[in-house]
């Protein structure tokens, strides 16, 4: 055989066998598949099997099997949501149809004539059942052609010898999976979101020793962690806070028993040596002291005994509080005792000290409270100064007692003995009073510190928001409380030839104001590359940017929600992150008294109360005009693909939002309006479907729409070149009452102005 026509020849066949699909035929009836690689997030490779026939001028496709695989997107990000999808058998996606299936083609036909092959291109989309038909023009020649064709031998050219040279898949759009992947999506988000709040909720009542909400909460959050690592690691550490709070719980209880008896103890001894001391004075209490120590060294020999004679006695350390407390009562049992100077100063500095600890742990608490509980270095620091801010309370009031107890040590010296008690009362009393009015001023400046720590750590958190995202707004949540102390003076009484003045200090809660203005917890609007999210007080994400559109609800005594739009939908997300209302609406909007809100979704509209949720009423397209005062609805937001600012517009029963006069907004239809005055107040007077409409309370949250009778004259105000000037009109839109006057006014027969009297009949 010759080489060189062998080689030529299969060069042929190679060629015309790499530029066909490989398909089988069957009649008129041709069979392929192919693999397309989407940029899907959702799904990987997913592989087409299709058919395709000629009818004439007319190619038909139909998708017979799609076969979709995870992304390695998904397998890397979401790996919780892949075992959703497998556990559900979701995924990977066999589907024997092409319903809920998209997708778009290019390819080539070619029909032989006598001499040649004519190709022509083709492109289109098929979708649904797949049985679309994708149409092709032949060339001039294969039209002449295949006339004559048909009249040789009855047939058409192209159900005969059409053939697909080329087909290639350029898109491919699974709905119904990306509707069932997402819906999943949803759930485990959901799911996250509940259990964090349960947790939060756990641990909260666990660090106050509300055991049975805690374990309650845990309970709840344990079946929604499932297979989750991290989630089941925060409910174990939940389980071990709860069993860590029991134990500390009993071992104060412990602890506050053996406090209650040793102070018994003390108060029987104190009984004891108040009486030796009024019998022999100090040799009694010399004695007093021996008998102490001989029953203290019983009481060792006693516990040695229990304890198998143990050569080493241990000694607990007590608190400044524990300390002030003993010698308190020490005091209290034998008052003569205040007359020793050192007995006097050692009551002032245990008392001083014990209150510092006092207000240390309250702080301590507090700052927990505002922070979250978590490490931060600039709240940490801001935790250190108030403690040092604690400490110069301290000392400041031992600096005042010192003071006082030295001139009352001065005084005890050279006054005469019938004066004493009356002097030691006054000294103790201006002591107190001192000593109040230092602990007042340090709390009023540890509560200007707390603001100030508070403002300083939201600069800090926007400015690190600012390092990520562009901030569009900061939104106040709920106030922020702390637990304090308020000074109060009782009513005075005589002791003696002294006036006393009873100080106290009661524990309240305060909600933390500058100027007046109560400081709140923040929520965050953020926008990154078109898109906005909502960041909690601490700067970390509740949903990232993911949103085309966001509107802020925020009416005072409730907390904000956000409206929120992904593609064409939208969707209702409360301040804890929840979601109130699933993202599948055309449109949801606030009316105007900010008391409830209108859902839209296709020809099915809601309208549900803002504080619970309850369902009000529902209705149709149709209604709306029987419903509501024109048929227009008014509302204070638009449903606009950016962050929507609150404002007042009127909602029509096709979703379409509109405001008066020109909005500067392609988005909102401008509405013309006469400014006209209904009783004391400036509405807007409109027209629609040849009725005149006028609103009532414009602006405000009682806004309302009413019919105008078929005739009338009302007072309009207009703007001219003079400035805004008074005139009226009529149901005609007539000029009654030209508008070149300062003001108008009705009367029985029309109207008067500042240039005279118009009757109108």
Known sequence: MDKKLYTKTFSILLLCLLSLTAFGQQGNTYYGSTVYTPSNDNYGSVQISYEYAFNG???????????????????????????ELRRRGIMPFTQQSGAGVTIYYEGKVSASTNASYQTVPISGSVSGTMTDYAFFEPTEHMKEYSKTYY???????????????????????????????????????????????????????????????????????????????????????????????????????????????????????????????????????????????????????????????????????????ELYDELKALTDANPALLNDPDIRVRLNSYKTMADRDDRNNRD?????????????????????????????????????????????????????ANNRKNEERQAAESRKLDAAMAKKEAIAKWEFQLKEDREAYEKETENKIKEDFNLIATIGDVPITYETEVYEEGDSYWQGQVQIFPHKFVKKEKVMASFNKIKTYNLYIVELNGLYGILGDNGEAL????????????????????????????????????????????????TANKESKILKQGNNWQEKSVVDNRLLRQFSNSQIASLYSGGLIPVINTNEKKHNVSGSYSLSSDGQIYGFGETGNSDINSMEYESVRRGQTIERLYKINGKWFVTANYGTKNMTTIEMPQKFVVEALRETESGKKWGAIDQDGNIVVPFEHNFIKRTANGFTTDKGNYNIK
């Open 543 to 590: 949903y990232p940017p993911q949103f085309e559109g966001i509107y802020t609800f925020d009416d005072a005594g409730k907390r904000p929600r956000f409206l929120v739009n992904i593609k064409d939908k939208w969707g209702e997300i409360l301040a804890d992150g929840s979601i109130a209302e699933e993202i599948k609406y055309d449109g949801i909007w606030y």
């Open 364 to 416: 301590y608490q507090s700052f927990k409270m505002i922070t979250g509980g978590g490490y931060h270095p600039q709240t940490s620091a801001a935790l250190n100064s108030i403690y040092q801010t604690n400490a110069n309370i301290a000392n400041a009031e031992m600096a005042v007692g010192g003071v006082v107890d030295a001139a009352t040590s001065i005084a005890n010296s050279i006054i005469e």
């Open 151 to 321: 009249n040789n031998t009855k047939k058409n050219l192209y159900s005969e010898t059409a053939t697909l040279v080329q087909l290639q898949i350029t898109k491919v759009l699974l709905n119904d999976l990306d509707q069932k992947i997402e819906a999943v999506r949803s759930e485990l988000n959901n799911n996250k979101n509940r259990f964090a709040g349960l947790i939060s909720q756990g641990t909260q009542a666990a660090n106050q020793y509300d055991f049975a909400q805690a374990e309650s909460a845990l309970a709840e959050a344990l079946p929604l962690a499932d297979d989750n690592r991290e989630m089941k690691a925060q409910a174990d550490k939940l389980k071990g806070l709860i069993a860590d709070k029991k134990q500390e719980k009993e071992k104060k209880e412990q602890e506050e028993k053996k406090r209650k008896e040793q102070e018994e103890k003390e108060k029987q001894e104190a009984e004891a040596k108040e009486t030796a001391a009024a019998s022999g004075g100090s040799s009694s209490s010399e004695s007093s002291s021996e008998e102490k120590d001989k029953s203290e060294a019983e009481d060792s020999n006693d516990d040695s005994s229990s304890k198998e004679k143990s050569s080493q006695t241990v000694y607990r350390p007590k608190t400044n509080r």
């Open 57 to 83: 001028t007319q190619m038909k496709i139909k998708i017979t099997q799609v076969i979709a695989a995870i992304s390695p997107a998904m397998h890397q990000n979401e790996p919780e949501l892949v075992n």
